[in-house]
């Protein structure tokens, strides 16, 4: 096993408050670290940074602040690539090619998204891959060397995962510039919530509660990109997807509730869903619709699926749900997949009267 080596001259640690502390052992792998992962040591101010990167300093900071970085003060914690990376953001204001707002939403949408990301991975590899440490080594020690192995494969997996995701983004922006219900924003959206969530958890050791927590998310992640639908964030005990098609989102929805009775210690689901305008906004969906499907996410039964009434009339008119008012159409053929049912009216909360339809496949019992 290799080991750590000492950090060169780069000066006090920077906390996330912008507060400094002296050197000492404790922090010697921690930038030992920083330097592998940055791969140039420390030389700039923010001041100097900005300077160098020739913007502004209120704009750099601004830019600093978008990706989730701290105020430092004048410390000296910047690097090389934190100028080129000023450099380009700038570059693409003074180009053209984006409005400075842009280049801030640009700025923090990936310094969210990353931000997370780097948090799992750190709790993930860190916690368990340095359980069973070499004799006379520390988990700091070992941290280094782990690192060391991860950062190439991680990286290229991380551009490699993002162009992908880019170039699907970019057939459904294309696809949408032809197809008139697309452009109009116009999105099935769902959420799928665990039952008794909030109970179950105070029963639960803390291991137990992310082990199910994990398996739900796996779950429904794996199902919901299978069918072609997009999850657009999990809250723990919830996840919210959309599909631009109002029969997918529904075979999703009913998938989830089928495969999640079949997963062991998993609480019983409920799914609401509604259809109509969304607001899209850095990777997450706004507007009334979003509301919706969260109020009848809310009321819905468990291991039942809710929907509004824009979304069961979306089903209707493509042919997936068979005409409400007609008997349970187990015998009745043609490209019918689901059962509508009416559901009793009720006032919700903040948005007026409501009538709920429960969605079935054809020939299943109609009420969970």
């Known amino acids: 096993m290799r080991q750590v080596r000492q950090p060169h001259g780069d000066g006090p640690v920077v906390h996330e408050g912008g507060g400094e502390e002296p050197d000492h052992d404790s922090r010697t792998v921690a930038l030992d670290l920083e330097r592998l992962i940055l791969d140039a040591p420390r030389r700039y101010t923010p001041y100097q940074a900005a300077r160098a990167a ?126 008139t219900e697309i452009t109009s ?48 964030k999990t809250l723990g005990d919830e996840i919210l997807f959309v599909s631009e098609d109002p029969a997918t989102a529904a075979e999703i929805a009913l998938s989830l509730v089928e495969a999640l009775a079949d997963v062991e210690n998993i609480p019983a689901l409920r799914v609401g869903m509604a259809f109509g305008t969304v607001t899209s906004r850095m990777g997450d969906v706004f507007g009334t619709t979003v509301n919706l499907a969260s109020r009848l996410t809310s009321i819905a039964p468990k291991d039942a699926v809710l929907l509004d009434g824009e979304f069961a009339a979306a089903l209707e008119g493509s042919g ?21 049912q009416p559901m009793w009216r009720r006032p919700v909360r903040g948005l007026g009267l409501v009538e709920p339809w429960l969605l079935t496949r054809i020939g299943r019992t109609h009420l969970p």
């Open 185 to 232: 924003g116009r999105l099935a959206v769902g959420f799928a919530d665990l039952v008794g969530f909030t109970r179950l958890s105070r029963r639960l050791e803390e291991e137990e509660l992310g082990e199910l927590v994990e398996s739900f998310e796996n779950t429904c992640s794996d199902l919901i990109a299978g069918h072609g639908g997009r999850v657009v």
């Open 54 to 179: 020739d913007v502004p300093m209120e704009l750099a900071t601004r830019f600093w602040r978008a990706m989730g970085f701290p105020d430092i003060g004048q410390s000296r914690a910047l690097t090389d690539g934190d100028v080129i990376a000023l450099r380009r953001l700038a570059g693409l204001v003074e180009s053209g090619l984006l409005s400075e707002s842009m280049a801030i939403q640009v700025a923090r949408s990936t310094g969210q998204t990353t931000a997370r990301l780097a948090g799992w991975q750190m709790d993930t590899f860190l916690d368990n891959l340095t359980q069973a440490v070499e004799p006379g080594l520390t988990r700091a020690e070992v941290a280094y060397p782990l690192t060391e192995l991860l950062l190439p494969e991680l990286e290229q997996f991380l551009v490699y995962v993002w162009r992908r995701q880019l170039a699907a983004v970019t057939g459904r922006v294309v696809q949408a510039a032809e197809d």
């Open 320 to 340: 997936a749900a068979e005409p409400s008012g007609e008997p349970d159409g187990t015998e009745l053929a043609g490209p019918h997949r689901f059962h509508l």
